[in-house]
């Protein structure tokens, strides 16, 4: 009897050990598996106080993570990308009422399973987050300026308490030894991060995708589409952009640039399959353009005009390095007939974050309907109607400054990984 009991025991004590074991290794695997989500649920916490320093470089930590993994959401569902697949990059900030209806817009379009989206954001919001993460439709990947305003709050990129005031003079700035006094910008002023964060976030995506991450910098003769927040597209985009690439292989080599939209309003779609050429000029091209690696790595050996132009539009900037340094020019194909739109007119420069987009948008969305019930989608080839021979005249090459600043000069050119100093 004692020796059964004993037996007994000893049974209970092995088996209450291996429960023990068990339970700990499921709780072990658990943790793993409960450490991202803690950290979102911890991030979640703290951005209700968006302005702490410890956020900022929690989120700086977070964004670091996200860079280095370069995951690509819904990989394995879609094919795989080809050497020549059409890769789509979409600037945001912070506007998500736009970017909800990009987003929408591209849902709709004809071949979007066949590409990859990449975000990439210079503010760190779970919102905008989860609504990128629940596309389903292709291939999404998030990258994240890693030099933001928002993960540098209180010290360069950002603002320095230690900075000039923009509207300081020169003389002055000298005098109470402000960290920028040496260089106000053209016209006198001195640095606002928020203008030359656009310029810097624009350039580094550029070097990130074409040279940097592992999915894109090998794809040889991938074209990139850039596109912004408070843009909407055309469902036949895509078929409209690979009809220009050949189309300008067969008839136009020297067109280096792919332009989807126009700021001319042809809201009856009559130059549906019409395109023109053109050099290309800043302030008309600069809409839904697209480049390919060639143009790309002639851009990035002028990367000097680019950088150290006192000029804080990227298609300004741009436009320097066009006049004053390319050997190849710039010249665009433009489709006459928009198939992307600008919605966001009471934008970044007008200060108003709560301006009502849904006259744009019902706008396009008409325009859209009308096309699709006329047919003037999905043409079965492009004509050539114009080939221009007008180039901006120098006078409105003056830059408009707001990128004087050595500092953001030296990180702009710094993000060119072949650059040496
Ligand atoms: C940041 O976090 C550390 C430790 O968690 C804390 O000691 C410090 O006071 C925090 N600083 C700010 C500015 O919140
Ligand atoms: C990127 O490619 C390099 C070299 O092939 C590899 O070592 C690295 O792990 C890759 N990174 C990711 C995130 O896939
Ligand atoms: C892509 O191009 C590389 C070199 O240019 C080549 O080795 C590779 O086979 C190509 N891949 C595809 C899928 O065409
Ligand atoms: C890029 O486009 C240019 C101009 O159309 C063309 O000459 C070049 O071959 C293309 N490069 C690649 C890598 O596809
Ligand atoms: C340039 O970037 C590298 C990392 O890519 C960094 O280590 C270095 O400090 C940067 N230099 C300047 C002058 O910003």
């Not at 090998?218 to 050949?246: G, R, T, V």
Request: glycine content about 2%.
């Amino acid at each position: 009897m004692p020796f059964i009991i004993k037996k007994l025991s000893r049974r209970v004590t092995l088996f209450a050990a291996v429960l023990l074991c068990t339970l700990c290794f499921l709780a072990f695997i658990n943790r793993l598996i409960l450490l991202d989500y803690d950290l979102q649920a911890t991030m979640t916490q703290h951005l209700q106080n968006t302005d702490s320093k410890n956020d900022s470089k929690m989120i700086q930590k977070l964004i670091e993570r996200i860079n280095d993994e370069q995951i690509i959401f819904n990989d394995l569902k879609y094919e795989a990308l080809q050497n020549d697949s059409i890769v789509i990059v979409v600037q945001v900030h912070k506007r998500i009422t736009y970017l909800r209806h990009l987003i929408q817009s591209l849902s709709q379009a004809k071949d979007i399973s066949k590409t990859l989206i990449i975000f990439s954001h210079d503010f760190y919001d779970e919102e905008i987050n989860k609504l990128v993460q629940n596309i389903d439709f292709c291939k999404v990947m998030q990258i994240f300026y890693p030099y933001s305003i928002q993960t540098h709050p209180h010290q360069f990129p950002g603002t320095d308490p230690q900075d000039c005031d923009r509207d300081i003079s020169k003389s002055d700035a000298i005098k109470i030894k402000c960290k920028n006094a040496h260089f106000p910008d053209l016209y006198g002023h001195y640095r606002e991060a928020k203008y030359t964060q656009m310029k810097n976030h624009w350039w580094w995506k550029l070097n990130r995708i074409f040279d940097e991450l592992n999915v894109t910098r090998s794809l040889s003769d991938m074209q990139l589409l850039l596109l912004e927040e408070d843009y909407m597209i055309a469902p036949d985009f895509l078929h409209i952009l690979s009809q220009m690439q050949s189309l300008s292989k067969r008839k136009c080599s020297y067109c280096n640039i792919l332009s989807l939209g126009t700021y001319i309003e042809s809201t009856n779609y009559d130059s549906y399959n019409k395109v023109e050429i053109s050099p290309w000029l800043t302030s008309k091209h600069n809409m839904g353009m697209s480049l390919n690696r060639t143009t790309w790595n002639d851009i990035k050996s002028c990367a000097k005009y680019f950088c150290s132009y006192d000029e804080y539009n990227y298609d300004w900037s741009l436009q320097n390095v066009n006049y004053n340094c390319l050997t190849n020019k710039l010249f665009a194909m433009i489709i006459k007939s928009p198939r992307v739109f600008h919605i966001g007119e009471c934008g970044m420069h007008h200060n108003s974050e709560n301006c009502d987009p849904s006259q744009a948008i019902n706008r396009i969305q008409f325009v859209i309907e009308n096309a699709m019930l006329s047919k003037k989608f999905y043409p079965k080839r492009l004509k050539v109607t114009k080939m221009y021979d007008e180039y901006e005249s120098k006078d409105n090459l003056k830059p408009n400054g707001g990128f004087a600043d050595l500092r953001d000069q030296v990180l702009c050119l710094n993000m060119t990984t072949f650059y040496t100093f």
